[in-house]
């Protein structure tokens, strides 16, 4: 296997330049990319990294997916470091199997920093290149509108390319891939199809507007069981609904990542969590901080 470096890794250039200050990241987007970066160069842990198993999913981004939107409609993808890293981590640690580690990945960011799209592209991802049988993937929010803004961002998505289109036929209501009898929905809580689903991919949008969600919820992690690796991936802004499934998530995030360098701590291996946030109320008149909570900014 090639040796990884900052030259062809971009977990460990994006830990690198955040090291340096290069990148400016709060404590918690420090602490785990410290502990993926740990991850990587490590040789005697259950889970390995996969140059190409990370790599797979980053070139299907940058050589398949178009933007759907604006002055840049129809152009290729060209992601940001923190992008790739993101999706390198969450894809490209499996054992010796080649299973997946990660089975859920948790993304809280600022506004406009692109968790449609990512979102989108991981569910386009899933469907047609993941190497599953049959997959099953959903967009999955409270509100029918609100699980939509994904799916049609996929399909949007899917329109612009010329290669997805051809392998991927759209529906008033679904995305279907016959190649691998994969199928594409939204969902929402007022679905008559929750029962009985077998998720391979579930994208749970906005979760910090889910009023009652936590019952939701439970169906999609209930539905995972029967898949080998399947892939949750949650996307929120900071919180407005409170006492509800993002602050359980929230507070679940913050104990995985005090739990990295605590042995006795809180453990979870089979979720990622990216919480970009400010690091303290006074942080939010701050120009230069602000990249902290939005990692695309500039």
Same mark, same amino acid.
């Given at each position: 296997m090639i040796k990884q470096t900052t030259d062809n890794n971009s977990i460990l250039r994006y830990h690198a330049k955040i090291e340096t200050g290069e990148i400016?990241? @709060?404590?918690?987007?420090?602490?785990?990319?410290?502990?993926?970066?740990?991850?990587?160069t490590a040789?005697?842990?259950?889970?390995?990294?996969?140059?190409?198993?990370g790599d797979h999913v980053v070139n299907f981004f940058e050589r398949y997916l178009r933007h759907s939107k604006g002055k840049m409609g129809g152009k290729p993808v060209k992601l940001e470091l923190w992008e790739?890293?993101?999706? @390198?981590?969450?894809?490209?640690?499996?054992?010796?199997?080649g299973i997946?580690?990660?089975?859920?990945?948790?993304? &809280?960011?600022?506004?406009? =920093?692109?968790?449609?799209f990512i979102s989108s592209g991981e569910g386009l991802y899933l469907l047609t290149a993941d190497?599953?049988?049959?997959?099953?993937?959903?967009?999955?929010?409270t509100k029918r509108d609100q699980a939509k803004i994904i799916w049609d961002e996929a399909r949007r998505m899917r329109n612009k390319s010329p290669a997805l289109s051809k392998r991927i036929k759209a529906t008033v209501n679904e995305l279907r891939c016959d190649a691998n009898e994969g199928v594409f929905k939204a969902l929402a809580s007022d679905s008559n199809t929750l029962d009985g689903l077998n998720v391979h991919g579930a994208l749970l949008d906005?979760?910090?507007?889910?009023?009652?969600?936590?019952?939701?919820?439970?169906?999609?992690?209930?539905g995972i069981s029967a898949r080998e690796q399947p892939m949750?991936?949650?996307?929120?802004?900071?919180?407005?609904?409170?006492?509800?499934?993002?602050?359980? &998530?929230?507070?679940?995030?913050?104990?995985?990542? =005090?739990?990295?360098?605590?042995d006795n701590g809180y453990k979870d291996e089979r979720t990622l969590p990216l919480v970009y946030e400010l690091d303290s109320r006074d942080e939010w008149n701050k120009r230069e901080c602000w990249i902290k909570a939005n990692p695309n900014l500039g």
């Open positions: 400016l990241a @709060c404590k918690k987007i420090w602490k785990v990319y410290d502990h993926l970066a740990g991850k990587v040789t005697d842990l259950e889970y390995y990294y996969s140059p190409a198993r790739k890293a993101m999706l @390198c981590a969450q894809y490209g640690f499996v054992d010796i199997e997946r580690q990660y089975n859920r990945g948790i993304l &809280i960011v600022g506004k406009k =920093n692109g968790k449609s190497g599953e049988a049959g997959p099953e993937v959903y967009t999955v929010a906005e979760i910090h507007q889910w009023r009652n969600g936590k019952a939701l919820y439970n169906i999609i992690v209930d949750i991936f949650v996307t929120s802004t900071a919180g407005t609904v409170r006492e509800d499934i993002y602050d359980d &998530i929230y507070k679940e995030c913050e104990n995985i990542i =005090n739990g990295y360098k605590d």
